[in-house]
């Protein structure tokens, strides 16, 4: 990943920045210019909550060369605490453990890593919610 | 008053036991249990390092600040002898990720394993001086030990954040002392994979010289003996050390032990004694007073005395408890995917 990626995405990447519309209330994550739901064009920042429940998943057995290391592992999308759903690897579990409607928790982990010289990318990975 | 405002530590969930490194390498597992006192280590996976581990556990250390603006804190330093860069800080990440940034002083500490206390020491002084209203202090680490080497047993890894500050204080920081002397007692070299230690040198004039040497000036300065303090936490390069140390200082294993975490834990090098301190904090009630004492190779420690106050009653439940995060939801592997995820075997690119 280009090191301007990382820095332009890292609001909603490393703190789960979002966007509520000042004027429908629809939460887009990643934040965005003009609301999908009524166009309007003002949010106001909210952080997203850290647990939801997984609602489908797909496990990867052949992975891209930067994943190759953690194969076999999931995608899921999850539904968090405030109705939003998004998409990140779920990790810390077997891929036989993962069931849909498991709680998850969000954690902070290292997301890939371009070969052993490239920029390290850091953001959101779901982790079984056990506490 | 001056003092932490917030703690928290996180753990990865993977361990290995001492058998199973034991078995690899035709060592004898009993003897390593019983001279070094060590039963398993945390290990981290691929996507866990002192960067996400400093992150989490932070926000821990926030969850048990209040209603602490991530804006007002004025400082993050994070020790540690495994940032994942060479160059270019950890904290700017964790910075960022807590949302700190932009106004904010930011430096990464290196002093083997007490690089956790000296943010600590700095964030307590620049609070108490008015420079900044909050510092965060981390001590992180994701230890290197060369395969085979006793250091193997026990190179571990985890994080313990702790946010300084002048309100709301959890525990007051009473008395601070440091102690150093240049010992070569373990480094690693620059473009070194593994460090290197001096063996049985690493202990008498080495650890014991300098734990006991920053315990002794921290207690004479508090006018305290072992029977004025509740509780006690070292450095634990292994769990047989910390708990002669306190032995020598005349505390009894009761003051040690919520704080001995290495035996199931590993060292966790930077993380250790602030890993420790997070354990003792909760159980710890109102009143009570707890010296932590730090021991970083090279060689120097950092010794503290902490009162606790009556908010930690308040606050030790809201983030999951450090003997949770050390006792439950574990993952034991086996050495082949220990060398995985460590990174000990060489691939092509």
Not at chain 1, 79 to 94: F, P, S
Not at chain 2, 138 to 159: F, H, N, R, V
Request: some cysteine.
């Amino acid at each position: 990943m280009f090191p301007s990626r990382i820095w332009r995405e890292s609001k909603h990447r490393y703190r789960l920045e979002a966007g509520k519309c000042t004027k429908c209330g629809k939460v887009v994550f990643p934040y965005r210019l003009i609301c999908p739901v009524c166009g309007h064009r003002e949010f106001e920042k909210v952080i997203l909550p850290e647990t939801g429940k997984l609602l489908t998943y797909s496990i990867i057995r052949v992975a891209p060369s930067q994943f190759t290391d953690q194969a076999p592992y999931a995608i899921g999308i999850a539904e968090l605490e405030n109705g939003v759903r998004l998409l990140a690897q779920v990790a810390d579990c077997e891929v036989d453990d993962i069931k849909v409607g498991m709680d998850v928790r969000i954690e902070f982990r290292r997301v890939q890593t371009d070969s052993h010289h490239g920029v390290l990318s850091y953001g959101y990975k779901f982790v079984p919610k056990w506490y | 008053m001056v003092g932490i405002v917030g703690y928290g530590a996180h753990l990865p969930r993977h361990r290995i036991k001492v058998e199973e490194i034991a078995k690899t390498w035709g060592a004898d597992a009993p003897s390593y249990k019983k001279g070094l006192m060590l039963k398993e280590k945390s290990v981290p996976p691929p996507d866990t390092d002192t960067i996400t581990l400093s992150v989490e556990a932070t926000k821990n250390a926030l969850r048990r600040a209040g209603k602490l603006d991530p804006a007002d804190i004025g400082a993050v330093y994070i020790g540690s002898e495994s940032h994942p860069y060479a160059v270019k800080p950890s904290g700017t990440v964790v910075a960022e990720a807590i949302g700190a940034v932009p106004d904010i002083h930011c430096a990464d500490y290196e002093f083997a394993c007490k690089a956790g206390s000296e943010a600590m020491f700095v964030c307590l002084g620049l609070v108490k001086s008015g420079y900044i209203k909050y510092g965060l202090a981390i001590g992180a680490d994701t230890s290197q030990g060369a395969p085979s080497d006793a250091l193997e047993y026990s190179a571990a890894a985890g994080a313990a954040a702790f946010i300084m500050g002048g309100e709301n204080v959890i525990a007051e920081a009473l008395h601070t002392y440091s102690y150093m002397t240049d010992t070569p007692d373990f480094w690693r070299r620059e473009y070194e994979f593994y460090p290197q230690h001096g063996g049985r040198f690493t202990g008498e004039p080495a650890y014991f010289k300098h734990t006991l040497g920053a315990a002794r000036g921290i207690m004479e300065r508090a006018g305290a003996t072992a029977k004025d303090i509740t509780y006690a936490v070292f450095h634990q390069p292994n769990g047989k050390f910390p708990l002669r140390a306190g032995k020598t200082l005349g505390f009894s294993k009761e003051q040690i032990e919520p704080g001995l975490l290495s035996p199931t834990l590993g060292n966790t090098y930077s993380g250790a004694s602030p890993i420790g301190l997070t354990s003792i904090l909760d159980v710890a009630k109102p009143g009570d007073t707890i010296m932590m004492v730090s021991y970083g190779s090279g060689a120097g420690s950092d010794a503290f005395i902490w009162k606790v106050t009556e908010r930690i009653n308040e606050v030790r439940d809201s983030a999951v408890r450090t003997r949770k995060l050390l006792d439950e939801n574990l993952t034991y592997i086996d050495y082949g995917t220990y060398a995985k995820f460590r990174h000990k075997i060489r691939k092509n690119e």
